[in-house]
């Protein structure tokens, strides 16, 4: 049954209006979206301009023309796993919330350890969440992550939280061939989000986004590979047809209200493969508001750059990285966004897309300053290309790596301040791993 988006709207602004004890008819709104955030990266990093003398190219084509810096490399004992971990423990901590108060977990991802056992599980095991809790993955390319997000919107807003909270993990490791046009575009990392009631950081409205979706093969990876194969320039393509297309339904969804000047988007967060690509989809959606090149650009500078400077140390985070730009953008200027509202656009390949906004709480600057959230940058180890073309030979065979006896995957513990670790696998194939 189809429903008319004013009725889709209805029934989110109805359901805004539940309570702990699930929907109310009472007319009390309720706003639902991302309460907490937390990252983690890897260890190690790549200077980029390092990566363009190894490889021969000018370094200003990979910091300018691709509009990024240093990229994060994964060390054998990380992974996507390891990685989530890591983000969802910071979150829980930072943020001040108790494991016993999540009632969904899942994780986004495309670079998933197992074709069965989903990472949500080992994570679920790792921060000794409850047993009672709905717990699963999500793939679609970098777009896992805010189908993650939105069934947790939807599962709030149909009263089945009865006032607990979602923890939504977006994790991965992004790789392309060496050499290849999409090497300098790598990186890895996660990001976590509470999501809930009452959302300290940003109210979300989500019965009104703008969605594309279209089969196309501008990035895949087959089941044996771990580097991904991409159609790079169709793959840009592809990107700012979808933008056009979400963006033009959110536009009609909202109506007058989407270019009101009482209450306009002042700033918007893109999925962020490489920054550029921030600033070619920027200057697509000026372009369809009528505004010209010049303009494009002044507004660039103010709406999205501050939201670019996380990703371009860490690099591409596919399903976290439209998160990591929230990230970036709120750690930065939370203070005076305070109250006004945002844009997201999410592209995931092959493809899918959705855009969709938000509204900055009031109280965020100060929440994100607590939880220090930027910490998982300081002290990183910088790699020689020497170095990194070595981890990336030794992870050709990481997965089959031989755990030693004594290591055992930590089970219905909490393990505050901790890193988890990936230690191989058991004579089963069970992956392993530790706290460190
Ligand atoms: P390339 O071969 O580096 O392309 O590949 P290029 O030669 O066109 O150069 C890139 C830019 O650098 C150009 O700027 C050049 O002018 C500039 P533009 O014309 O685009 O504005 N340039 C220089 N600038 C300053 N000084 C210089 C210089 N030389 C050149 N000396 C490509 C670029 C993005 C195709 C490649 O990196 C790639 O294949 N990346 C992987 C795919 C990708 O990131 N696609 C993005 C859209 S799809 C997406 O976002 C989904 C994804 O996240 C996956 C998922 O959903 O799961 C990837």
Partial sequence: MMLAPDLLHQI??????????????????????????????????????????ARGVPPAKYIEGLGNVQMAVAAPDEDPVTLATEAASRLLSGAGRSPDKIGLCIVGTETAVDHSKPIASYLHGMLGLPRACRVF???????????????????????????????????????????????????????????????RLVELDPGRSGCYSQHVHDFWRPLHRKDALVDGQFSVQ????????????????????????????????????YGKMARKAHQRRCQLDGLDEKTAEERFAIEVAPSLRLPSQVGNIYTGSLYLSLLSLLSAEAEELAGK??????????????????RVGPHAAALLQAMDVTAPLRNRQRLSIPEYEALRQRDADQDQRPAPPSAVTPSD?????????????????????TWQ
């Avoid at 807003?157 to 290849?180: E, K, M, Q």
């Avoid at 536009?251 to 700033?267: C, F, H, N, T």
């Avoid at 901790?418 to 191989?424: D, P």
Wanted: overall charge negative; proline content about 7%; some cysteine.
């Fill in 238 to 273: 592809c990107y700012l047809e979808a933008l056009s297309g979400a963006y033009e339904e959110w536009r009609q969804l909202m109506g007058p209200e989407a270019a009101s000047s009482d209450d306009p988007l002042v700033r918007t967060c893109y999925h962020v493969p």
């Fill in 12 to 53: 989110y602004m109805n359901a805004k209006t539940t309570s702990s004890t699930g929907p109310s008819p009472s007319s009390r709104a309720v706003p639902i979206g991302i309460d907490a955030i937390a990252f983690a990266v890897p260890r190690a990093y790549v200077e980029l301009s390092d990566l363009a003398t």
């Fill in 137 to 199: 993955e999500t793939k679609h390319a970098c777009f896992g992550g805010t189908a993650g997000l939105f069934n947790a919107l939807d599962w709030i807003a149909s009263g089945s939280a009865r006032g607990r909270s979602a923890l939504i993990v977006c994790t991965d490791i992004a790789r392309y061939p060496l050499r290849s046009p999409g090497e300098p575009t790598q990186g890895g990392g996660a990001v976590a989000m509470l999501v809930s009631e009452r959302p």
């Fill in 341 to 358: 509202r945002i844009g997201l656009f999410s592209y995931g390949s092959g493809c899918a897309a959705e855009f969709f906004a938000g």
């Fill in 413 to 433: 513990a909490t393990a505050a301040g901790q890193r988890a670790l990936y230690c191989g696998i058991d004579p089963q194939e069970r992956r392993v791993y």
